[in-house]
């Protein structure tokens, strides 16, 4: 058990009781007395042995030892003793990071290459890549919302990874619709935001706010225009990182649209990938952590308990057990002599 003293400098009074000893006189007291010229004939007729008038009284042994410890528990009470408990950590968090993925039918699309050297469909190799990424973002908290049709929160802002993960290999192809609405998502993450700051407390709302947004097509029918999300976002103070998969020659509605990606990244501070393949998209999510590095702060305290109220209680114990001791002693002397009094009286 380790202990810590809050207030040690009352330790600098310990000696005190020394200086008071060496440098004050002796406590004198004065009695009335009688002076009678036939003192040697009154002493002999009471049958007691002439004593000092004047006595310095010393305490005994035990008294000292009494005297001795009850001062040094009351300096060490005043030091306040604590002792110190198991070390906790708090644990800060340090930015809040929202993950937007595409649902869209093409993601269906089996042109990605997995770990183990299959074919595997676009949304299969963003989870793989997904994984890893959330595993080197300890300290953040991941939120994640999905787009088609419609945009909507499949994890709200979480410092649970495990948690984050599960629900993102729940997803599946098109459980958001077939289409891509890009804007809408994004509108909905800056939504996010601004309702997480509001719940916080106002140091909380200090964290970086960033948006990483995975898809593989243009955007097919929003009420808001990705690039005037982007702004809002800009405004907003979200940092937004885009990353294109598929095949940037690709026509139709199907098609990457690189030109609105690029300017969603660039309006809000964010930088823009192309992804064709299984490598190439491990590598974006590799560039944005290295341009978002972990914020995570760590504090360890160890809680603390006063016992300086065990020397209080120790002070008035000891005290008690000595002087209960001398009043009993005095006591059964009493009741002694009393005893040895009658005898003689029946004696005689």
């Keep these: 058990m380790n202990i810590e003293l ?51 009284l010393r305490p005994r042994w035990w008294q000292r030892i009494v005297l001795i410890l009850s001062w040094v528990f009351i ?3 005043l030091a306040k003793p604590m002792t110190l408990g198991t070390p906790i950590v708090k644990e800060s968090i340090g930015r809040d990071l929202m993950v937007i993925l595409d649902l869209s039918g093409s993601m269906s699309e089996r042109d990605f290459v997995s770990d183990s050297g299959k074919k595997v469909d676009r949304l299969d190799a963003a989870k793989q890549v997904l994984e890893e990424f959330a595993k080197q973002r300890e300290g953040d908290r991941l939120g994640m919302i999905l787009f ?20 993102l290999r729940q997803t599946e192809v098109a459980m958001a619709g077939p ?24 140091n909380e709302s200090e964290k970086e706010k960033v ?15 990705p690039i005037d999300a982007a702004k809002v976002a800009a405004v907003k103070g979200v940092r937004i990182h885009m990353i294109a998969m598929g095949d940037p020659t ?19 501070g964010g930088q823009s990938f192309e992804a064709l393949d299984r490598q190439a998209l491990g590598e974006a999510y ?6 978002e590095p972990q914020l995570y702060e760590s504090t360890t305290y160890r809680p603390k308990q006063s016992i300086h109220h065990y020397f209080v209680i120790a002070i008035v114990l000891l005290n008690l057990i000595a002087f209960g001791a001398v009043t009993l002693t005095k006591k059964l002397r009493s009741q002694v002599v009393n005893t ?9």
Excluded: C
């Design 148 to 167: 088609g049709d419609e945009a909507f929160v499949q994890a709200p802002f979480t410092a649970d990874h495990q948690a984050w993960l599960e629900l």
């Design 179 to 202: 289409s891509t609405n890009l804007g809408d998502a994004i509108g909905l993450a800056i939504k996010v935001f601004d309702d997480q700051q509001q719940a916080e407390a106002p």
């Design 340 to 348: 040895e009094s009658r005898k003689e009286q029946n004696h005689v």
């Design 250 to 268: 690709t026509v139709g509605e199907q098609a990457l649209d690189m030109d609105t990606i690029n300017r969603v990244a660039k309006e809000t």
């Design 286 to 291: 590799s560039v944005i952590s290295d341009i």
């Design 6 to 56: 809050a207030h040690p400098l009352w330790f600098v009074i310990l000696p005190l009781p020394l200086v008071v000893y060496w440098l004050l006189p002796a406590y004198k007291t004065k009695q009335s007395a009688t002076k009678v010229p036939f003192f040697a004939q009154l002493v002999e007729a009471l049958g007691e042995s002439p004593s000092m008038g004047a006595q310095q």
């Design 211 to 225: 948006v990483v947004v995975l898809t593989d097509g243009n955007d097919t029918g929003s009420f808001v225009e």
């Design 75 to 77: 300096v060490t009470a």
